[in-house]
């Protein structure tokens, strides 16, 4: 019985970004929220404002003006040939969760320690799989109410529709770029909101 409970704490849960919380939890610091695949539970992780901007930027599927942190170090994996197989969120300790890259060249494995932040952030651009733990799910996952389990998979998609993006966290120059690109293909909701967020920053 006791071995049984130990090997279901280790079972590994794979997770996808949803999105942002709408609310900055905290000066300069946002909640990314990731969710259970198949499932209903969501774990929030603070990120910094400069990991958050480009884990939008990676969602929303622009480009920005110049090339970010987690693009150069897609970059430099690509042009050593070095491939992310996957990122694990293995603990949650004092308020923070531990996360490592698991990668490979060749035949040989390397494993990186790596805020979950810029992990995420990477494994995105490269479309790696996000893993964590059945025990960290278990203590610090939010689970949905019984009534909203039939509703999940519309839920989930609704969050990826909805919080995707908060514009708040980009800057001029990043809201100019995707306010052309929504302009050329004719996404005129998301052109509104764009210059409604660059009003609010004064810039138009």
Do not use: W
């Amino acid at each position: 019985m006791t071995l049984y409970y130990v090997c279901n704490m280790n079972y590994r849960i794979r997770l996808s970004v949803l999105g942002f919380s709408f609310s900055q939890i905290q000066s300069g610091a946002y909640g990314l929220v990731l969710a259970e695949e198949d499932g209903v539970r969501r774990l929030m992780v603070v990120v910094g404002t400069p990991e958050a901007q480009s884990i939008a930027f990676q969602l929303q599927g622009s480009c920005p003006p110049r090339p970010l942190t987690h693009d150069l170090f897609r970059s430099l994996l690509h042009q050593f040939g070095i491939i992310l197989r996957e990122v694990e969120i293995y603990k949650y300790e004092n308020g923070v969760f531990y996360s490592r890259m698991i990668l490979s060249q060749g035949s040989r494995d390397i494993r990186i320690e790596s805020r979950t932040s810029d992990a995420v952030g990477i494994a995105l651009r490269m479309k790696a799989p996000i893993f964590t733990t059945e025990a960290i799910m278990r203590e610090q996952a939010i689970v949905f109410d019984e009534g909203s389990i039939q509703d999940a998979s519309v839920a989930a998609e609704d969050e990826r529709d909805n919080s995707a993006l908060d514009y708040s966290l980009l800057n001029q120059d990043e809201l100019e770029t995707l306010l052309k690109e929504a302009v050329e293909g004719e996404d005129y909701e998301l052109a509104s909101l764009l210059r409604d967020e660059l009003k609010r920053k004064g810039n138009m």
